[in-house]
């Protein structure tokens, strides 16, 4: 599994549960989600729960923060460090 791959599956993901984000020209890789209004908390709390299942990993709550999990591009490193 490398990063390619994890970023399309977290798209696709999003996409699909999100028509605000599925509608968006361009996706913001390095911004926060959450700041841009198009993540709220139950979207995260979605996506977490969708990367531990499918990722087979635990995702521990001091890593849901900005810096750690604060953008599509910072979750798809977070996994693949635990994918490792």
């Known amino acids: 599994m490398n990063k390619k791959d ?36 139950f979207g995260v709390v979605d996506i977490v729960l969708y990367i531990e299942t499918k990722y087979q990993i635990q995702i ?6 900005k810096e750690k999990f604060g953008s599509i591009n910072k979750m798809v490193n977070l996994i693949f460090e635990k994918k490792k």
């Not at 977290?10 to 993540?39: F, Q, T, W």
């Open 60 to 65: 521990h709550d001091d890593e849901i923060t």
């Open 6 to 41: 994890i970023v399309k599956d977290l798209l696709a993901y999003l996409k699909n549960g999100n028509p605000e984000i599925k509608n968006l020209p361009k996706i913001p890789m390095d911004e926060s989600l959450v700041e841009l209004g198009l993540m709220d908390s």
